[in-house]
């Protein structure tokens, strides 16, 4: 394959594009007011009509045909649009609402009251005596080994220990 004679030239087109536009750019940016809005002139555009050859109602000044220089745009004073109305003529306002006084709240209807429901019954009960049979046949099967003597000192700790669980929990066979 060979290359092609206009790959140079491919790449320097956006150089030379890129150069150019340095060359028009500003030396220099200055920021007259800083951190505020600039203000620009309005932009005002013109619609030409192709076939009758004459400006629309956008050119300002009557019987001008053609283009416009830039003078000539910057030269005509803008028209400012009223920001608000005349004091001279005031126009009518019209209350909001009605003229009637508000209905009395209490002939007003009501939401429904919600229906209080009965307070959740508690689950303690219900907890102890799942624990109680967790650890009622540990403490009948130590019982029997400690009155046949073969509980060890630490294993008739551990006994006392879940006799007393046992009480806690309401246990009416506990000790």
Known sequence: MTASPWLPL???VPLAALTALAACAPSEFRDDAPGRAQAFPPVRTQTLTPSAGTPSAALDAPGQT??????????????AAPSRPNDDDPQPRRRRGSSSPPPDPAALPQPPRPVPLPPVPSTQAATDAFKRDLIR????RMRTDDAMGRLDPLGQRDLMRRENDLRQLGDPLAR
């Open 10 to 12: 491919r790449r320097l």
């Open 66 to 79: 053609g283009r416009r220089t830039w003078s000539q745009t910057q030269g005509v004073p803008p028209k």
């Open 137 to 140: 046949p540990e403490v009948d």
